[in-house]
């Protein structure tokens, strides 16, 4: 992407959207909001930025839409038909190939939104409760898919088998991440329980690394660092909590005990910056190394529940 | 049109309809407390009352004579009709409650006839439409690839390491280290400019509290029309220093919004909209940012220039001499060096100090630095057996010129003599009185100080002192506000001279102050 576009103004591009009912695209660094986006009828429950810097997918109650981030377009580009449902999470395949949906009617999809209706490929992946998570394997090859009874499944996209994994009875799963190396991975339950593998080993599955008592209340969302040093876990108790992937110990606690639940989190492409989005409408971004609040992105209407961010190097 | 009869009904609407038409929101204010409508009913209710006690208290035959038969109290009261009743003939329901509804809407009074609801949604249909035209729609299909090209699509990519990368927004962040727009953060929610489904409302605001170049043009905010006033000033607070960060702006508390005109003058005879009202309530577009110390200043009676505390810290004055230099703009000379910049700020300090205090400081600076040039202005001269004529009234650094402004040369007894006083030789200037909307002012001077200049005639001025020096006066009348402009001008002209004439006049009052305290309370005060 250029980025020069009237709308983005940098390749710098934070993204969040809430329950008011719209998305917002902000400059990062002075927290001005450059331009709101309409999300009629439903919330935002999940928002990813494709890997060109285009596009931003919004996911919803039965919508997933699209939108140019280069233009100044309020209204989606691309609109998915279909869905019933909630769907939780959105996400792409990092050449922009396809893309990855997870959602309440029972079901993980991958949707093929560039080519023509006659070539498009769809995918569908079947489980048997509503789907909270959907993660894809930085080999592009997996998808981890985290249900609410607790079941993270490991749908294998070429040969559709799938393996299952249940960290704890009686808990949903809310969130999984894998760190960028494809070397661990993380997923959080209701009970505010991180539950951490590593991948990828000799061995052939999954092997138990770590168990995390990590929140008091529900755990929303989990992710790792750029340089997989660290992995943020979100919550229901007013904070985000840093981890070091090292020895699993806490490496900072972000609280801030007006900004209520926390939604989601993203890491700056060298992981020393944090955004976080809370039930406050407020979305901040912290120096992890400080442990400093550095800026706030005040304009939402309701409670920010799902937000994205692409960093540029440099 | 039976619903007009009913005086409650009307009285609730017209009521309704002040409040409603009324953007200055005074009409509430005035009329808080005085619901005619309510207090009719309430007095209904107690006439009622007294007039059943009484009829009960009569014996049977008088309910005979009216035929009515056996009835029941309740009857009775229902068939009572008081002078204060809404309506005669009808039952007390729900619906019919003449104060549960209103007829005056709100929103119906945009100036537009509301368009047909059809109409509407026939409108919101094709918007629809054409949005959706522009969407691309993508439905969900069952694939019919073949396995190859799944393979393709789905193939393995080699995980590697990610580089350590050097953040752009962190880059950004370090060039961006202050953001002064930050104090007003909490007001950027309140932007209307990207809603769904929210009504909103524009504004225009002059900034009236900065100084006079940032004044140009209005800034254009748009805000959810649910935002207080008080989110209104926040958010104009928040846009403009994001868009002017060199500008400092104080805290949102110290600032009002006063309804402007359509070229940023502020209306100062109204008082700041309720900042706790929200903005939907009031009809207008174009409001003026003020500073609330300011406000309270200007909504003060003129203060005259204090009378001691200033002689010395302008002796560079006293010796400046007007021979030779130019009528047209004699305020050249004194501007520039450093000793006069010196005297102005300590003559501002000594307005500050010595007066009204709460005065901006803006305020007393635009004020002596203009004051020395010329201006002129039209006011009537106050004559004492002839009826005032109409004058030019030119004021400079130098001089004081009244020039009468005659339409009829014939009229021989109307007109008026040409006055050109030396600065020097003017002693006082005061405003006298306001009466309704003209307020007459005094200016007095000595012919005496007045060597260079001849003075051509001397009568209809009355002689006030007989001392070392005569002092004779003219009475103008103007507005009030040129009225304060025009004295204010005066004074800090004679303040920044300090002659010799305008100390021998304050001497000389002060002595009859010790003589004739009276007389100087009813003349000077």
């Given at each position: 992407m250029s980025g020069d576009g009237s709308g983005s103004g940098s390749t710098v591009a934070l993204v969040t959207g809430g329950y008011d009912h719209t998305i917002k695209l902000w400059q990062a660094h002075s927290g001005v909001c450059l331009r709101t986006m309409q999300h009629p009828d439903s919330q935002v429950n999940g928002l990813e930025i494709s890997p060109t810097g285009q596009m931003v997918a919004a996911c919803g109650y039965q919508h997933i839409r699209m939108y140019d981030l280069a233009s100044a377009n309020p209204d989606p580009v691309v609109n998915f038909e279909g869905i019933t449902k909630n769907v939780s999470r959105v996400g792409f395949q990092k050449n922009d190939q396809w893309m990855y949906t997870g959602g309440e009617d029972w079901t993980a999809r991958i949707w093929d939104p560039r080519a023509a209706p006659q070539f498009r490929c769809t995918k569908i992946f079947q489980v048997q409760a509503p789907v909270n998570a959907v993660m894809l394997h930085p080999d592009q090859s997996q998808i981890m898919v985290g249900d609410q009874s607790g079941i993270i499944h490991m749908w294998d996209l070429s040969t559709d088998q799938n393996e299952q994994l249940i960290p704890e009875a009686e808990a949903s799963i809310q969130d999984i991440a894998i760190d960028p190396e494809g070397k661990m991975m993380a997923a959080v339950n209701n009970k505010g329980n991180c539950y951490v593998w590593s991948l990828g080993g000799s061995a052939p599955h999954p092997v138990p690394l770590k168990h995390i008592v990590a929140h008091s209340k529900y755990a929303l969302r989990c992710k790792f660092s750029l340089d997989s040093t660290m992995l943020v876990t979100t919550s229901g108790d007013c904070s985000a909590k840093v981890w070091r992937t090292s020895d699993w110990t806490l490496l900072r606690e972000l609280r801030n005990d007006t900004q209520r639940w926390v939604w989601d989190a993203a890491f700056s492409i060298d992981s020393r910056y944090l955004f976080t989005g809370s039930s406050d409408s407020y979305a901040r971004l912290w120096d992890v190394e400080k442990g400093t609040l550095e800026r706030e992105y005040c304009g939402h209407q309701k409670a920010i529940t799902a937000l994205a961010f692409r960093d540029q190097a440099v | 049109m039976a619903t007009y009869d009913n005086k409650i009904w009307l009285l609730k609407n017209i009521r309704d309809a002040f409040i409603a038409t009324d953007d200055t929101g005074l009409c509430e204010i005035v009329m808080a407390g005085e619901d005619f409508s309510k207090v009719f009913q309430n007095k209904a209710i107690e006439e009622k009352k007294r007039i059943r006690e009484g009829r009960?208290?009569?014996?049977?035959?008088?309910?005979?004579?009216?035929?009515?038969?056996?009835?029941?109290?309740?009857?009775?009261?229902?068939?009572?009709?008081?002078?204060?009743?809404?309506?005669?003939?009808?039952?007390?329901?729900?619906?019919?409650?003449?104060?549960?509804?209103?007829?005056?809407?709100?929103?119906?009074?945009?100036?537009?006839?509301?368009?047909?609801?059809?109409?509407?949604?026939?409108?919101?249909?094709?918007?629809?439409?054409?949005?959706?035209?522009?969407?691309?729609?993508?439905?969900?299909?069952?694939?019919?690839?073949?396995?190859?090209?799944?393979?393709?699509?789905?193939?393995?990519?080699?995980?590697?390491?990610?580089?350590?990368?050097?953040?752009?927004?962190?880059?950004?962040?370090?060039?961006?280290?202050?953001?002064?727009?930050?104090?007003?953060?909490?007001?950027?929610?309140?932007?209307?400019?990207?809603?769904?489904?929210?009504?909103?409302?524009?504004?225009?605001?002059?900034?009236?509290?900065?100084?006079?170049?940032?004044?140009?043009?209005?800034?254009?905010?748009?805000?959810?029309?649910?935002?207080?006033?008080?989110?209104?000033?926040?958010?104009?607070?928040?846009?403009?220093?994001?868009?002017?960060?060199?500008?400092?702006?104080?805290?949102?508390?110290?600032?009002?919004?006063?309804?402007?005109?359509?070229?940023?003058?502020?209306?100062?005879?109204?008082?700041?909209?309720?900042?706790?009202?929200?903005?939907?309530?009031?009809?207008?577009?174009?409001?003026?940012?003020?500073?609330?110390?300011?406000?309270?200043?200007?909504?003060?009676?003129?203060?005259?220039?204090?009378?001691?505390?200033?002689?010395?810290?302008?002796?560079?004055?006293?010796?400046?001499?007007?021979?030779?230099?130019?009528?047209?703009?004699?305020?050249?000379?004194?501007?520039?060096?450093?000793?006069?910049?010196?005297?102005?700020?300590?003559?501002?300090k000594a307005l500050n100090e010595g007066g009204d205090a709460d005065t901006g400081k803006m305020q007393s600076h635009i004020l002596a630095t203009e004051a020395p040039q010329y201006k002129a202005y039209k006011v009537y001269l106050q004559r004492k057996v002839r009826s005032n004529t109409c004058v030019q009234l030119g004021i400079s650094l130098y001089r004081i010129e009244i020039e009468p402004l005659v339409t009829n040369k014939h009229a021989f007894w109307s007109r008026s003599k040409y006055f050109l006083h030396s600065i020097d030789s003017v002693a006082w200037c005061q405003i006298l009185e306001t009466r309704g909307t003209r307020t007459t002012f005094r200016i007095v001077y000595s012919p005496n100080h007045n060597a260079v200049y001849h003075e051509r005639n001397n009568a209809g001025n009355s002689t006030m002192f007989h001392q070392n020096a005569i002092f004779k006066l003219h009475d103008f009348e103007c507005d009030h506000d040129m009225a304060k402009e025009i004295v204010e001008k005066v004074n800090t002209i004679l303040d920044l001279r300090n002659s010799p004439c305008r100390r021998e006049y304050k001497t000389a009052k002060e002595k009859k102050l010790q003589t004739r305290r009276s007389f100087h309370t009813k003349h000077l005060s």
């Open positions: - | 009960l208290m009569q014996p049977g035959p008088s309910k005979h004579k009216d035929g009515m038969g056996d009835i029941s109290e309740e009857e009775i009261g229902k068939e009572i009709v008081t002078q204060f009743d809404p309506y005669p003939d009808m039952d007390d329901s729900e619906d019919d409650d003449p104060l549960c509804g209103s007829y005056v809407r709100y929103e119906d009074l945009g100036g537009y006839r509301p368009r047909s609801n059809t109409a509407q949604w026939l409108d919101k249909k094709e918007q629809a439409l054409k949005k959706a035209a522009k969407i691309k729609v993508i439905k969900w299909e069952d694939s019919s690839l073949t396995a190859d090209q799944l393979n393709e699509m789905f193939s393995k990519f080699e995980v590697k390491k990610p580089e350590k990368q050097k953040s752009l927004l962190a880059e950004q962040l370090q060039n961006c280290p202050n953001l002064p727009y930050r104090q007003y953060l909490e007001y950027a929610k309140f932007d209307g400019t990207a809603q769904l489904g929210l009504p909103t409302k524009s504004f225009k605001i002059f900034m009236t509290m900065l100084p006079e170049k940032h004044q140009a043009y209005p800034l254009v905010v748009c805000v959810i029309a649910s935002a207080k006033i008080k989110d209104l000033i926040g958010f104009t607070c928040y846009k403009y220093s994001i868009e002017h960060p060199d500008i400092s702006l104080e805290s949102v508390h110290d600032y009002g919004l006063c309804i402007a005109e359509d070229d940023g003058e502020v209306d100062w005879a109204f008082p700041c909209l309720d900042a706790n009202e929200p903005c939907s309530k009031f009809g207008f577009t174009c409001l003026g940012l003020v500073e609330l110390k300011s406000k309270s200043a200007m909504a003060q009676p003129p203060s005259s220039i204090p009378e001691d505390g200033m002689s010395g810290a302008f002796h560079v004055f006293s010796k400046v001499t007007d021979s030779g230099q130019s009528h047209q703009n004699p305020s050249r000379h004194n501007t520039g060096g450093s000793s006069t910049s010196e005297a102005v700020l300590s003559a501002l």
